[in-house]
């Protein structure tokens, strides 16, 4: 699509939906949502966030600038569509509830969103980035599905100076959350071992303005998208997102 940064567009009608990747991850695994949500009806953009086109492109940029790929793809399809809404996949979750405020989206889905990161993860990435630039990748998780591998991220390294970035972007989305007054749907699988336990519920308590709402996930890691509960997650996200959409 040109210059854009919106790498996958499903035209519908006038509704629209933002999918948000996660870190060092890639558009195509919201692709299969995108997918379910395009067949709603709705108009479906999938952004490719800054820097996630390589690892030495990532080991390059800032959370501004996830920040502002996202916001350059909410106004592209906002362009296009009567109201908006905004999905999240981890880092692409934290994204959405950074840019609520300033965007007013229609409502906001988070999946497997990290309220902080862990302080083991943290600690050691700060420590590393300082002996070594990349690690490599030396287990993919998920999917457990072999339909869904097709859509896993090709990502074989992480750059460390990046998840200082990711640092960087959680501490934005807890200082906004108590601004965010949109409706949320906070998703988490049971099996996600990458992020806090207690981050769904405490996203739910410091976004104490909005209207939330949690999902747990019970066979489900951290690529929720692509794992077994996706249909059911896919269910939910339309169930919640219909009524907003709709303008009621």
């Not at 943290?122 to 869904?148: D, H």
Request: aromatic share 6%; glycine share 6%.
């Amino acid at each position: 699509m040109g210059n854009s940064v919106i790498s996958h567009l499903f035209e519908g009608g006038p509704e629209g939906c933002l999918l948000l990747h996660g870190f060092s991850g890639s558009p195509l695994e919201m692709v299969p949502m995108a997918e379910a949500l395009a067949r709603e009806g709705w108009t479906v953009a999938v952004a490719e966030l800054a820097g996630h086109s390589s690892p030495r492109a990532l080991a390059q940029v800032t959370a501004a600038d996830w920040l502002r790929s996202a916001a350059t793809a909410y106004d592209e399809l906002s362009a296009r569509c009567t109201r908006t809404a905004i999905v999240g996949l981890s880092m692409g979750g934290a994204v959405a509830l950074s840019l609520a405020p300033s965007f007013h989206p229609a409502a906001i889905v988070t999946i497997s969103t990290p309220v902080r990161m862990k302080r083991l993860i943290a600690r050691a990435s700060r420590i590393a980035s300082r002996l070594v630039p990349y690690l490599p990748v030396l287990m993919k998780l998920g999917p457990r599905e072999r339909a869904m591998r097709a859509y896993r991220s090709p990502t074989r390294r992480i750059p460390l100076r990046a998840t200082q970035q990711v640092e960087y972007l959680l501490g934005v989305m807890r200082d906004t959350l108590p601004r965010v007054t949109v409706p949320v749907l906070i998703a988490q699988g049971r099996r996600d071992w990458i992020i806090p336990r207690e981050s769904a519920q405490e996203i739910r308590t410091l976004a104490s303005r909005a209207t939330t709402k949690v999902l747990w996930l019970p066979r489900s890691g951290h690529v929720a998208t692509l794992d077994r509960d996706r249909e059911m997650l896919f269910a939910e996200i339309l169930a919640f997102l219909r009524p907003h959409l709709r303008g009621g």
